[in-house]
């Protein structure tokens, strides 16, 4: 019978000097969290589903006791969980996901990579998925002890972050060509009208920006009437260093989410916006990171990876039109989203 043990923290950790993170590094250690929101979760739910599992669902064997620490909070319906279980001895962590809807999905599409082969044998991966679980809309899935991307690029040094982006170039190459064409399509028309709000948004700021994101739309509207249609192939939807670890050898990519159907260069150009707006916040400019950028280009062109420079100046000029959205609603400043916006118009010229 599974039993409860108390929730843990983990001690605050530290930012390495830049120049100490590469690829094959180790993570910092995990910061504390504070007390989290109140969540629906229900952890004795979680015990008695444990416990109605097959064996066959864990890779370590049946656990037999459990301990839980909140790890994000959106709202009671949308957390993320860290789940340290133990089995014959051993302990062994997962992470849990609660869905306000969608998680199903999410668990599927999941399960068809880890059968494709981004499994923990390959070098381009995802987490494991473990179960799905109907009742409390949760996702369980392994929790990879790694280091994160984003701190190669913010914290490391050229060579480290160069080898960084061929490794997420070479993952994304692979998941375009062989990831499952299942999901809901976007199409440019979706993608404009998500677009169009977003510089609606921003026109209700008024002032100068206001009339930047106008023209930054217009220019968007004119670019995707002269673009063909592309194939579409299987889409993460938010690929960025943010959901990367490096763990040894192994490049893993997770939250898929946002999974789909879509123009393949609307994932290379947001993980390059999110790439230069790294740049930006961390290393004071733009053009920081631009060699990684390079890099990455090349690398995913070298892989294989689908024809995506006829399209790329487009998409790319949504994500910074979406950034500098982000940036105003969420009160962060104005030089940031005046940047994006710049760099949008520039990119459409």
């Keep these: 019978m599974l039993r409860q043990t108390d929730t843990w923290t983990e001690p605050r950790g530290t930012v390495p000097p830049p120049g100490a993170l590469s690829p094959e590094s180790t993570s910092p250690t995990t910061p504390a969290l504070r007390t989290p929101p109140v969540c629906t979760f229900d952890l004795l739910e979680l015990i008695k589903r444990f416990d109605e599992l097959p064996s066959s669902r864990w890779p370590w064997g049946v656990p037999h006791e459990i301990q839980v620490r909140l790890l994000r909070w959106r709202r009671p319906t949308r957390c993320t969980f860290e789940l340290r279980i133990l089995t014959e001895g051993q302990p062994h962590q997962l992470i849990g996901k609660v869905y306000a809807a969608l998680g199903e999905g999410v668990y599927a599409v999941m399960e068809e990579l880890w059968r494709a082969g981004f499994n923990r044998d390959a070098e381009d991966s995802i987490p494991q998925p473990i179960a799905y679980l109907p009742s409390m809309r949760l996702l369980l899935q392994e929790k990879v002890d790694g280091l994160e991307a984003k701190k190669v690029f913010q914290h490391g040094d050229q060579r480290s972050r160069i080898a960084a982006a061929e490794r997420c170039a070479r993952w994304l190459a692979r998941f375009h060509a062989f990831g499952p064409r299942s999901g809901p399509p976007r199409p440019i028309e979706k993608v404009l009208r998500n677009t169009e709000r977003r510089w609606r948004v921003i026109a209700e700021l008024g002032g100068d920006m206001a009339a930047k994101s106008e023209r930054l739309f217009r220019r968007l509207e004119a670019a995707a009437r002269n673009l063909e249609t592309p194939t579409f192939r299987p889409s993460h939807g938010d690929f960025g260093i943010h959901n990367i670890i490096f763990e040894g050898k192994r490049t893993v990519v ?96």
């Excluded at 609307?266 to 930006?280: N, P, S």
């Excluded at 998409?315 to 940036?327: E, P, Q, R």
């Design 254 to 349: 997770f939250d898929l989410d946002g999974y789909g159907l879509a123009d393949p260069a609307r994932d290379v150009a947001r993980f390059i916006v999110k790439l230069e707006r790294t740049g930006l916040e961390f290393l004071g400019s733009i053009r920081a990171l631009d060699r990684a950028v390079e890099a990455f280009i090349e690398t995913y062109v070298a892989s294989g990876g689908a024809p995506v420079a006829e399209r790329l100046p487009f998409y790319k000029a949504h994500c910074y039109l979406k950034s500098a959205t982000m940036d105003l609603t969420r009160d962060r400043g104005l030089h940031a989203p005046e940047v994006m916006l710049d760099e949008g118009l520039r990119t459409l010229e």
